[in-house]
């Protein structure tokens, strides 16, 4: 039996700039931070010849080339692995199309779990750029690399993403303290909407690749309010980085109309009129979590209770992809 797992993630600058579309021509830089909600993979060896794989739904085929689900389908495919004779099953603490990264989660704790049947050593970096292959290269979706890339590593990290597709990864320097305040602060809430992100994304990705001026110069803004932001947390200025959180979901809103609807606005106002200092939509937009920074937590914590959403507690996650049992 082999159970692994990768952890969600929440965007804390930068988000939207990840595309090829904007970073091939642009560079690209975010911070990303991993949290204590997982994906996770169980494998294990059966006495059929079939393989099983069990997600939404079950799939029992002759071999891997058989399955339904594209991303099982291709790790198995790249790996050169047939399935046969095993059960793989997934499943997560928090629903696919939140906003939290679900999808990068999910592929690279697959690839870990069938790495560690064939007894691999793969690094994060290795793990992150064979789950971008799948995601962006073979399926062609059009979403960005932060997710597959922080799932991989864990931690707050700072990711440069440069031409030609090499991405730089560095832990943030934060102090400790500003590490618990901000892990104190931060607070989720669930919208209720969920959507695929690719499907969010892919209005910007095609303005972005036909030269929409609008576009290209909200993303330059957003990468230098990310900047802005990692020099907010490295020097303990966590007023500074709530403020930025709010100029990065009124720039979101402004570069896709997608990106919000009536609901969402209005539980935004009321988070903040009740304690919260900045805030956003995690991820692509259209549903998922608002994320608030708030020191007044006890007030924000009945404002949203009283209109109807429910707070996720969360820790950060400083282990990655991993696997968790091996037996």
């Known amino acids: 039996m082999i159970i692994t797992r990768s952890p969600l993630r929440v965007t804390l600058g930068g ?7 904007y970073y091939e021509r642009n560079g690209r830089f975010l911070i990303s931070a991993a949290i204590d909600k997982y994906v996770y993979i169980t494998v294990h060896e059966t006495f059929v010849d079939d393989l099983i794989v069990k997600y939404s739904r079950l799939e029992r085929v002759p071999s891997a080339e058989h399955l339904e689900h594209p991303i099982f389908r291709e790790a198995f495919r790249l790996l050169n692995m047939d399935g046969r004779s095993l059960e793989i099953a997934s499943m997560a603490d928090i629903p696919a199309g939140t906003g939290l990264g ?49 799932a991989a590593f864990g931690g ?8 030609g597709g090499a991405v730089e990864a560095e832990a943030l320097p934060i102090a ?15 919208t209720g909407y969920s959507r695929s992100a690719s499907q969010v994304l892919q ?44 100029v990065q979901w009124e720039q979101k809103r402004r570069r896709t109309g997608t990106a919000s609807n009536q609901d969402i606005d209005g539980w935004y ?59």
């Not at 609008?214 to 500074?240: F, M, Q, W």
């Open 15 to 21: 988000g939207g700039t990840d595309l090829p579309s």
């Open 203 to 246: 209005d910007q990705n095609q303005r972005t690749l036909h030269g929409d001026k609008d576009v290209e110069r909200n993303l330059h803004e957003l990468k230098e309010i990310a900047r802005k932001t990692s020099g907010a947390l490295t020097t303990g200025d966590l007023h500074c980085f709530a403020d930025m959180l709010s």
């Open 102 to 150: 679900s999808s990068g989660s999910f592929t690279t704790a697959l690839l870990k779990a069938l790495h560690a049947t064939k007894k691999d050593i793969v690094h994060p970096r290795e793990l992150a750029e064979e789950a971008c292959h799948i995601e962006i290269d073979l399926l062609k979706e059009e979403i960005g690399k932060q997710d597959q890339y922080i």
């Open 269 to 327: 106002a009321i988070g903040m009129s009740n304690g919260a200092l900045g805030g956003k939509l995690v991820g692509a937009g259209g549903g998922g979590f608002l994320m608030f920074y708030a020191e007044d937590k006890p007030r924000l914590r009945r404002a949203m209770l009283e209109a109807g959403l429910r707070e996720v507690r969360f820790r950060f996650d400083f282990e990655g992809t991993k696997v968790v049992t091996q037996s």
């Open 176 to 190: 400790k303290e500003t590490f618990y305040t901000l892990e104190d602060n931060l607070l989720l809430f669930f």
């Open 156 to 163: 707050v990290n700072s990711f440069e993403f440069r031409p």
